[in-house]
């Protein structure tokens, strides 16, 4: 897939745009200045597959609290900021590798000037952008509501701005919780602009629907070539959008690290209780280190001929199952140990990936 060409921003120890792999971020929601459990769930987003953290910057314990959240956690930290260009300065003196910031509600042009000169001298990005919630009223007037063009324009006037004050290592975001509003705005975006563009569809609701509506947004971008890091917001533990944002990268084949599940969807002809096991699996192989696709099929009929490309799987029959590895038969394995037999399998996979090469 070709990617649209964008500038590129580094982000701390990551690169966003300018064919740079597309990232995964996600927003923290302990209390920052809480540095403990603020790096507890670092760590565990990190584990999850997250390049890049957000964190809200309410205080100025907040802010201090950037430098050991970034040194133990090991991501680099977006300083989200609100209203006050005071936290924005104070998140930059305390070494945030990107500012989040909306220069339309920082107080006027001269803390935006501030904040701007702070980011210079320190090589800070600054992400601006728009969502549907927050719209100027002048732009909501100019073009007759909240729309795609009026949330492109919005995005592109805010980048203007900071171009105007010599600034442009800037991102930008644009979000709806309409999908399609989404990714209509961010196509007259990409048009005009070539600004690395933040992809994720706000306020997208608990994970039985934010998955696909942020999957059908933020997928259907990435398949036409734009975007250049993703958030999946959800209502839910932060791992949660870590995972989908994950999912969403490699079904789209911008990430082909980690361990891939495929599954049957169950028919007449599946003997054995598949969807357990396709629940245990899924438990048990979460952050799984190890790069290979993995298929738990219902029936030997079809089972290891549909997953013949698997690196390992199991093909359920009547009271046991077939364990085989690229497409070929390891041996029959009893029902109840079919799913410990794949795990075993799997979980040696990931000792000889890990281990060291003896002969170096
Ligand atoms: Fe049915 Fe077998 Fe296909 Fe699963 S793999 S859907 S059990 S035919």
Redesign the pocket.
Known sequence: MKRKPTRRIQVGTVAIGGGAPVSVQSMTNTDTKDIASTVRQVLALKDAGCDLIRCAINDEMDAKAIFSIKEKGGLPLIADIQFDHRLALLALENGCDCLRINPGNIGGEEKVRAIVKLAKETDTPIRVGVNSGSLHQSMIDRYGGVNPMSLAESALLQVRQLEEMGFTQIKVAIKSSRVMDTIHACRLFSQKSDYPLHLGITEAGPPSTGRIKSAVGIGTLLAEGIGDTIRVSLTADPVEEVRAGVEILKACGLRKEGLELIS???????KID?LSIVKEAEQQLQNKKVNATVAI???A???PG?AREADIGI??GKGEGLLFKKGKILRKVPEDQLLDALLQEIAQMERNTNEPDKCS
């Open positions: 049957c969807p169950t028919c007449a002809r599946t598949l099929m219902g029936c009929v079809n089972g549909e093909a359920g």
